[in-house]
């Protein structure tokens, strides 16, 4: 091979393992971030596994998540009969409030009023003799319609159900201040509030002069943090099926790594072959001159 053949030879392969140096730089870049990849989805899931929820027990004994309706119902058997405040004493509440006021006779022939937010809970605990497509239907009115159709269909009862709009009975008087808030019913939204701290609950209290008085609910037997398992068969699911993804992909990009090692290796015999045919022709041709 002459001089001009093998330098054009040698320009060629060096191109050649540029390339492959440059392509191998690439996968391990892409390898790196199915790395980063793999270690979001195992926070992902281990954030899923291990995540956690307030639940409310009433004194009736039952179990359920914490919610503002059960948090400020003052039924109390199914509520917890307290109110949340911010770090100011301002007590929370939606941008606009509704609710039924249900009066009824206790064992003693006195009157007893509980509110109620929840269509849902009127309509099953008041309005008995319902089919399921009834209940179905008349959980989706408004309060202000539950109210006139109790009223007309229930006079019988006993019970009076009224109607009451942007009123707030868990104040004790007119003088307590306000926190609108219209996210306090999301239940996810309500447990970070109280979880940081930024959020109080409280509950009647005969010696204090506001009538509240500020409760730990970490330590209450009406509010308890427990694991939520509820999301676990699908955080699992989720994540096995992404880790097979990254497996396979990552697999892929390890044998072409591996091509791309072989290539390179092989060119780079070559070029010291060609290298060393080059350095004997300029020795040959210009060794007289030396």
């Not at 509010?223 to 396979?248: F, H, N």
């Given at each position: 091979m002459g001089l001009a053949a093998s330098q054009g030879r040698y320009l060629c392969l060096t191109a050649r393992n540029s390339d492959l140096i440059y392509e191998g730089q690439q996968i391990a870049q892409q390898r790196l971030a199915l790395t980063q990849e793999t270690q979001a989805a195992s926070d992902k899931y281990n954030e899923a596994m291990n995540n956690t929820k307030l639940q409310a027990t009433t004194p009736e004994g039952g179990t359920q998540q914490l919610t503002y309706e059960?948090?400020?119902?003052?039924?109390?058997?199914?509520?917890?009969?307290?109110?949340?405040?911010?770090?100011?004493?301002?007590?929370?509440?939606?941008?606009?409030?509704?609710?039924?006021?249900?009066?009824?006779?206790?064992?003693?022939?006195?009157?007893?009023?509980?509110?109620?937010?929840?269509?849902?809970?009127?309509?099953?605990?008041?309005?008995?003799g319902l089919d399921s497509e009834t209940i179905s239907d008349l959980s989706n009115k408004s309060l202000s319609y539950l109210a006139d159709y109790y009223n007309k269909n229930y006079s019988n009862t006993g019970i009076s159900v009224q109607y009451t709009q942007n009123q707030y009975a868990s104040l004790k008087n007119?003088?307590?201040?306000?926190?609108?808030?219209?996210?306090?019913?999301?239940?996810?939204?309500?447990?970070?509030?109280?979880?940081?701290?930024?959020?109080l609950l409280q509950q009647v209290s005969a010696s204090e002069e506001t009538g509240w008085e500020n409760i730990v609910?970490?330590?209450?037997?009406?509010?308890?943090?427990?694991?939520?398992?509820?999301?676990?068969?699908?955080?699992?699911?989720?994540?096995?099926?992404?880790?097979?993804?990254?497996?396979?992909?990552?697999?892929?990009?390890?044998?072409?790594?591996?091509?791309?090692?072989?290539?390179?290796?092989?060119?780079?015999?070559?070029?010291?072959?060609?290298?060393?045919?080059?350095?004997?022709?300029?020795?040959?041709?210009?060794?007289?001159?030396?």
């Open positions: 059960i948090i400020t119902s003052q039924d109390p058997f199914s509520g917890l009969c307290m109110r949340i405040v911010d770090v100011n004493g301002n007590v929370v509440v939606p941008g606009k409030t509704e609710f039924l006021s249900v009066t009824s006779k206790n064992e003693e022939g006195e009157d007893e009023t509980f509110s109620i937010t929840s269509p849902y809970e009127f309509v099953t605990k008041y309005m008995t007119e003088n307590e201040r306000f926190c609108y808030d219209e996210y306090c019913t999301d239940p996810e939204y309500l447990q970070q509030m109280l979880t940081s701290g930024e959020w609910w970490q330590g209450s037997s009406a509010v308890s943090e427990v694991y939520d398992t509820s999301d676990d068969a699908a955080a699992e699911a989720e994540y096995e099926a992404a880790m097979t993804q990254i497996q396979k992909q990552d697999k892929l990009l390890e044998l072409r790594l591996e091509q791309v090692q072989t290539q390179q290796e092989s060119v780079q015999t070559e070029l010291e072959s060609i290298k060393q045919v080059i350095d004997k022709n300029i020795e040959d041709s210009f060794g007289t001159f030396a």
